[in-house]
């Protein structure tokens, strides 16, 4: 997964511009413009990295004047103690710049993170970790990039990557045969159909009008095994709702091909990082 430069800087601009309203009051008045520091990312975790690149861009648009020099790339193991990258260059830059390159540093390792520890839980079957569009407004594209850092892979990015049907869609159109019916007469032959189903009765509805990708939803193991056997490959089954890190494994052993998982990006637990100034 590729980021666009452009969507980028957007991200952190808008991030600087909310942490900088005019004037560092602290920064500005303290240090003249040719003060010069070194600093340092340090772990203080063992995990993913990743957002290294979006952490250097941030002094760059912040100020100039730093050099940057990594010592892993994005997706690499680090243990605790490890240092991820040093900075040496403009003091102003280096402390402006700290907050907003540490925040998106740590969110997006932190998906990877994650992401990556279900991929471990779930190793030896042929289930997929996904991520859901549960993201935080405007981070979308850097939360499902962390995802994919961490191993895992990218449901639908927008609404208009597929057809979904969902229970929702499904109640107010009157039921699955109708939802779907009433979608193929007007989507493209490109566009494939997921349609969420609660019961073994519903799979059998979806199975009967040939949806491509079929979602458990919450759906006990024991119930999964049954739908994988009644599906016998004919779809691919999805598994969502209430996945976690202690039923993980038990999912993934009942043969389904894709496990979803909207924790990874809605409420993921930051890397821990610090930024450290050499005295």
Excluded: W
């Excluded at 799979?203 to 016998?232: F, H, R, S």
């Amino acid at each position: 997964m590729q980021l666009l430069q452009s969507y980028i800087d957007s991200i952190i601009n808008t991030a600087l511009e909310e942490d900088i309203h005019y004037v560092d009051v602290t920064t500005d008045y303290l240090f003249p413009d040719d003060h010069v520091s070194s600093a340092y990312y340090i772990a203080k975790a063992d995990g993913i990295v990743c957002g290294l690149p979006i952490a250097e861009r941030v002094f760059t648009l912040v100020g100039g004047g730093v050099d940057f020099k990594a010592n892993v790339k994005d997706g690499d193991l680090v243990k605790t103690g490890d240092i991820l990258a040093v900075m040496s260059g403009n003091t102003k830059t280096l402390l402006k710049g700290e907050r907003t390159a540490l925040n998106l540093l740590q969110h997006m390792s932190g998906i990877a993170t994650a992401t990556h520890h279900c991929v471990e839980l779930v190793k030896g079957t042929k289930a997929q970790i996904t991520d859901t569009r549960k993201t935080l407004p405007g981070l979308r594209r850097l939360q499902k990039y962390a995802v994919t850092i961490g191993g895992g892979k990218n449901h639908r990015y927008n609404l208009s990557d597929g057809a979904m049907l969902k229970d929702n869609h499904i109640d107010a159109c009157g039921g699955i045969t109708q939802a779907v019916t009433a979608l193929r007469q007007k989507i493209g032959h490109m566009t494939k159909i997921e349609v969420e189903v609660r019961t073994l009765d519903e799979l059998q509805e979806a199975l009967a009008v040939g949806c491509e990708i079929i979602m458990l939803d919450n759906m006990p193991c024991e119930e999964m095994k049954k739908a994988v056997e009644i599906t016998a490959g004919k779809s691919l089954l999805e598994a969502s709702g209430n996945v976690t890190e202690e039923n993980i494994a038990e999912i993934a052993k009942t043969g389904v091909d894709i496990i979803s998982l909207g924790a990874l990006t809605h409420s993921v637990q930051c890397f821990d990082i610090s930024m450290r100034f050499d005295k």
